[in-house]
């Protein structure tokens, strides 16, 4: 079997890291209809690489996009631009929250109980075979967020380990803008403003985290928890390509090593 990255006829999947230092002009005018096309500062923004492949993932799962763009507080058309591949580029605190939701949701299928629901999650996942994309376990977290990246795996039906829960962000509403420049941000600050607390409470009933909820419930940097699991002071599971700390783990790590 090859081991070479499958390749798409779509030419968004084609693009190269000379893409990185171009913005979102796109997703700005689909945000503001009407609106003069225009420069933005790209001083907050990130490749949009590592976005797009998230959510595509969970698009394999049966989250569509409106699901996601509510879940994220975006208007639809937005996701909907990442997701097809004209966005080249994000703001850094877009790219955090998409990555929250794709490690809350990771495993998770949308809920199905209504007619509705159903017919969403199905057009969903054959909008993901048609493209073939992988569901989240056939992405490689050490290498997502690299401009090159391309997944290795290809679309498979998985059903999850269980319906996905509310999605609950924590990026200061202060600190968060979906387009660089805080172009297309719909509403005002304080409709984005998120709870921290009620976050790390049910983050702290579950046996497993990723690397970034570890990192949030701890207090630690997420750099600082990838550096101790490549020295082997701190025990992970790996999970298709994913790290996962368990919480006995996580308890093991922090009692050898008191601040």
């Known amino acids: 079997m090859s081991t070479r990255p499958h390749r798409t006829t779509r030419a968004a999947d084609r693009r190269t890291a000379a893409t990185d230092s171009v913005c979102v002009a796109e997703m700005v005018s689909l945000a503001r209809p009407g609106a003069k096309r225009a420069q933005v500062s790209c001083g907050l923004a990130v490749h949009s690489g590592g976005t797009m492949w998230r959510l595509r993932s969970l698009v394999a799962m049966g989250h569509d996009a409106g699901r996601i763009a509510a879940a994220l507080q975006v208007p639809t058309r937005l996701v909907q631009s990442v997701l097809a591949g004209r966005a080249t580029s994000v703001s850094a605190q877009f790219h955090d929250r998409a990555r929250q939701l794709w490690d809350a949701w990771w495993d998770k299928r949308p809920p199905e109980r209504t007619l509705r629901d159903r017919r969403a999650a199905a057009n969903a996942r054959r909008r993901a075979e048609e493209n073939d994309w992988c569901t989240p376990l056939g992405l490689d977290e050490d290498q997502l967020d690299q401009p090159w990246y391309r997944p290795y795996s290809r679309y498979r039906p998985a059903t999850g380990s269980g319906e996905a829960s509310p999605f609950h962000v924590v990026v200061p509403a202060a600190q968060y803008h979906p387009l660089p420049d805080g172009h297309g941000l719909p509403g005002k600050a304080h409709e984005w403003r998120s709870d921290m607390t009620a976050a790390t409470e049910h983050l702290t009933d579950r046996l497993a985290y990723s690397v970034d909820e570890a990192a949030l419930i701890t207090g630690l940097s997420r750099d600082l928890l990838y550096d101790q699991m490549r020295r ?28």
Not at 238 to 257: H, M, Y
């Open 232 to 259: 082997g002071k701190l025990a992970y599971l790996k999970v298709g390509r994913r790290r996962i700390i368990t919480r006995q783990n996580l308890e093991d790590f922090l009692t050898r090593n008191p601040a």
